[in-house]
Each structure stands twice: as C-alpha cells, then as structure tokens.
C-alpha cells in the first residue's frame, strides 16, 4: 500500500519557524512532482509550494521568501520550511504526489497525505 505521511506540524507563535516532512511509502521506484498544499477553515485548498524530481519549484505568492521546499529523492521525502510565521498560514497542510512510479510496474496518480495541522495565534 503506497502511502504519504506527514509530520511536523504544530503550534508556533507569530515570527517562528516550522519544517513540514513528508515521506511516501511502499513499493516505490520513483515519485514525480511533490507538492504541499493548505486549507484553511471555510477556505478552499490551495497549492503551497511544489518541486518536480528535477529540483524546480513553484511557490505561492503569499509565502515566497518565507517558505522554502526541498526534497530527498533517495528518501522519497519532501520538506517544507516555513520561516516568519503569520496568523493567515494557520491551516492544515497536505502532502501530494501527483504521479509515484511502483517497483512492480503502473503507477500511483494523485495521491495525499492525511494532513498535519498548523496553527500560528495571532
């Protein structure tokens, strides 16, 4: 069973920092694009930040600067950093991978994580 798992979620005063961990699981061979995304109470989900397995990202306006996202692809992990923390990035945070290529052949598409909760008071 392929899996994401996210951990390091938290609650954290306004100007802090945090580091979001997500790590897929299971007979894996590969993992394309991994994303983190928000969604905030009444809110709609939306895309944090992505990295391709190349290493090339993609940010939302709101955290460029602020957040920074990496990844181990021996790991098949991806982070995300969050620096000088606001109330507005109060949400819960998902993993997604949007294609994972399995050791047995086929392919896992779209795939999230449960969600790690976020709360920075205001």
């Known amino acids: 069973q392929v899996q994401l798992v996210e951990s390091g979620g938290g609650l954290v005063q306004a100007g802090g920092s945090l580091r979001l961990s997500c790590a897929a699981s299971?007979?894996?061979?590969?993992?394309?694009?991994m994303g983190w995304y928000r969604q905030a109470p009444g809110k709609q989900r939306e895309l944090v930040a992505s990295?391709?397995?190349?290493?090339?990202?993609t940010y939302a306006d709101s955290v460029k600067g602020r957040f920074t996202i990496s990844r181990d692809n021996a790991k098949f992990t991806v982070y995300l950093r969050m620096n000088s923390l606001k109330p507005e990035d109060t949400a819960v945070y998902y993993c997604?991978?949007?294609?994972?290529?399995?050791?047995?052949?086929?392919?896992?598409?779209?795939?999230w994580g449960r969600g790690t909760q976020v709360t920075v008071p205001s």
């Open positions: 990295i391709t397995n190349g290493g090339s990202t």
């Open positions: 299971g007979s894996i061979s590969s993992v394309n694009t």
């Open positions: 997604n991978a949007d294609r994972i290529l399995l050791t047995r052949g086929g392919s896992v598409y779209g795939l």
